[in-house]
């Protein structure tokens, strides 16, 4: 009965060096989504995917982000040539397809671009 | 376009005093859903209700309560007899009707609730 793993739970880089984010969802979870929560702010939508369709990106903030998803289970993000103002706290959420929304998010990867 | 407004950023309320979370949301959509999560320190979302577009019905659970008012699009998140576990912070969410579909939240900026003895 694991919820949403990720790793790492904290990552410290320096400016310009790129980093991956990577998201086990829950068994059985067809739906993945990305969120990024900067300090003291809600979150916001970066990507989601779904089963075998093409992935909603319509929330990645620039070309320096992107996403993979193998089949229906780990996802990667990965962020090129990091600044500043990456620095946050990206969380992942796994849902059911059509489950209205409900969707159990993991503890999130810190990081902080120095 | 979605939008989730929760205006207050921050309230410092002390134990047993019960405090209300507003909530109000923007949507073009005729069906979607509302969700209220919280945030305790340690980071992880927990999921406390979701509320379908056609269901004004308010919902109590324990100390917890919320009243759903389509008129005045708002889903304001009632906490009784607050506690000082009840310190986190709170988020009020929206998506669209998503039957078939995954679909993404839009959250509001979140509530900073801090109950002291």
């Known amino acids: 009965g694991a919820g949403v793993s990720q790793s790492p739970s904290n990552k410290v880089t320096e400016k310009g060096k790129d980093v991956e984010l990577r998201c086990d969802p829950i068994?059985?979870?067809?739906?993945l989504y990305w969120y990024r929560q900067r300090l003291g702010q809600g979150l916001e939508f970066l990507i989601y995917?779904?089963?075998?369709?093409?992935?909603?990106k319509s929330g990645l903030p620039s070309d320096r982000f992107s996403a993979e998803r193998t089949g229906e289970s780990v996802s990667t993000l990965t962020i090129q040539r990091t600044q500043q103002e990456d620095s946050a706290v990206y969380l992942c959420?796994?849902?059911?397809?059509?489950?209205?929304?409900?969707?159990?998010f993991g503890p999130g990867t810190r990081l902080t671009v120095l | 376009a979605q939008k989730v407004t929760q205006a207050q950023t921050e309230i410092s309320v002390v134990e047993k005093e019960d405090v209300t979370l507003d909530c109000v949301y923007e949507?073009?959509?005729?069906?979607?859903?509302l969700f209220w999560y919280k945030q305790p320190p340690s980071g992880e979302l927990v999921f406390l209700i979701r509320?379908?577009?056609?269901?004004?019905q308010n919902e109590i659970s324990g100390r917890y309560s919320w009243n759903f008012q389509k008129s005045t699009s708002s889903f304001n998140f009632t906490i009784t007899a607050s506690q000082v576990v009840d310190s986190a912070v709170y988020f009020c969410?929206?998506?669209?009707?998503?039957?078939?579909?995954?679909?993404?939240?839009?959250f509001g900026t979140g509530t900073r609730l801090q109950v002291t003895l």
């Open positions: 509320r379908n577009s056609f269901d004004e």
């Open positions: 959420a796994s849902s059911f397809t059509g489950d209205r929304g409900e969707q159990f």
């Open positions: 068994s059985g979870h067809t739906a």
């Open positions: 969410a929206l998506t669209r009707d998503s039957t078939g579909t995954a679909s993404k939240l839009t």
């Open positions: 995917f779904q089963g075998n369709s093409a992935p909603d």
């Open positions: 949507t073009r959509d005729t069906t979607y859903y």
